[in-house]
């Protein structure tokens, strides 16, 4: 495969999409011909960058989160040093709880702490469902200055948090491994849960759609730790959740549905009405590619850790991802989970470098 210039008439008669108006990474979505793999990095912000640091220095945290113009410079010096496809808008998964009800801080080095978890059927009184949109009106201004500073050929993201990793921080009260107390409540008041997941579903769906509004090109949706449950509990407690997610937003809206963790999922995530499903490094691609329908994208793949090695090893690392993912319609090169924080931001540059001249 051959990168013509824009406009060649050979691309043209090869039947390769190239619209100029509409990014390359959404064109990958909709799983059409594109004339080079889009590339992007989760966490492709974030502490692994001197630029980010110094930012930080000076703000913390969730203020950054809230701080429109700064947080659309954060995620352009970072697309602009990586020279990657697409800008994910900065910002985190867990403010949305705030106007839900919980009291979120992020403690320096902790990660994320909520002070008033939910545990049990009276703490449902005090959660509220997002219907009034104002407490999230610094995110989509978020989306409109991101979208305002990044070139218009590449796409801007837009997300949130699924349902049941959402779920998980507001219950087990701070990050988790192993989402015991999460999973043991499922168990023992599903009514609770039930009733939770549906309020958590219904005001995603509305931030999303109104990120969508404000002029993101697509949505990512953050399951993150949808790996620690068994197929078992995926189905009965988390999967009606996410499609009643996916049934409210508005139609033709191209969402990638990222989960991690658990190759046994991918049977139940595959007949999702989502345009991608995220791959990450603990499922192997080529049964991603036979478990998926060939109308649903795929994204991702190589293990963060890669990034640690050295410049050869990267790229026998990417040429092997590459080369599986030939010919299929619809890939996405991302990693499997986001970049390291230990991560030599050359390493990084180069990787993407390297994905988008590859020629096999
Ligand atoms: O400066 C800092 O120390 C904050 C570190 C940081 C950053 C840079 C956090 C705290 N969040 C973010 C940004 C962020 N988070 C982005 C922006 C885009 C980018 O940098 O490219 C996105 C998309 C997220 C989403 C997010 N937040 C996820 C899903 C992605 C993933 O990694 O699975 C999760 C799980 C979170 C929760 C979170 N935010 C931050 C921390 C330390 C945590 C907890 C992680 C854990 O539980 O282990």
């Not at 945290?61 to 800008?87: H, I, N, Q």
């Not at 991608?276 to 109308?295: E, S, W």
């Not at 990787?351 to 001249?357: A, E, G, S």
Request: hydrophobic share 45%; aromatic share 8%; proline share 8%.
């Amino acid at each position: 495969m051959t990168t013509p210039p824009s406009n060649s008439p050979s691309s043209a008669r090869a039947g390769v999409s190239r619209s100029s108006d509409v990014p390359l990474l959404v064109r990958a979505l909709r799983c059409q011909k594109v004339e080079r793999v889009p590339v992007w990095l989760m966490r492709q912000a974030g502490r692994y960058m001197e630029e980010y640091r110094e930012v930080r220095r000076k703000t913390d945290f969730l203020r950054l989160c809230k701080s429109p113009a700064l947080c659309a410079e954060v995620m352009a010096t970072a697309v602009d040093r990586l020279g990657v496809d697409a800008a994910i808008i900065f910002s985190d998964l867990l403010p949305i709880l705030e106007p839900l009800g919980f009291e979120l801080t992020y403690a320096p080095g902790d990660g994320p702490i909520i002070g008033n978890p939910l545990r049990e059927p009276s703490d449902l009184t005090r959660v509220r469902e997002l219907t009034d949109l104002a407490p999230m009106e610094y995110q989509f201004d978020v989306v409109r200055q991101t979208r305002r500073v990044i070139p218009k050929e590449k796409a801007v993201i837009g997300f949130a948090g699924a349902p049941f990793t959402l779920a998980g921080y507001a219950i087990e009260g701070r990050s988790s491994r192993t989402f015991e107390r999460t999973r043991a409540l499922m168990r023992s008041e599903p009514s609770l849960w039930h009733d939770f997941l549906g309020l958590i579903a219904r005001s995603v769906a509305r931030v999303v759609n109104a990120q969508m509004a404000a002029g993101a090109d697509a949505l990512q949706l953050f399951d993150s730790w949808a790996g620690v449950l068994t197929p078992e509990e995926y189905r009965t407690y988390v999967l009606p959740h996410l499609r009643s997610l996916l049934e409210r937003l508005t139609p033709g809206i191209p969402v990638i549905y990222f989960w991690t963790g658990n190759p046994a999922l991918l049977p139940l995530i595959a007949p999702l009405k989502v345009a991608c499903v995220g791959v990450d490094h603990r499922v192997r691609l080529d049964d991603a590619i036979n478990i998926l329908p060939p109308t649903t994208a795929l994204q991702g793949n190589m293990a963060p850790v890669v990034l640690l090695s050295d410049i050869p090893t990267i790229r026998a690392e990417v040429k092997k991802i590459l080369d599986t993912a030939a010919g299929r319609p619809g890939y996405i090169f991302n990693l499997g989970h986001g970049v390291l924080k230990q991560t030599p931001v050359e390493n990084a540059i180069e990787l993407v470098r390297f994905v988008q001249n590859y020629r096999r």
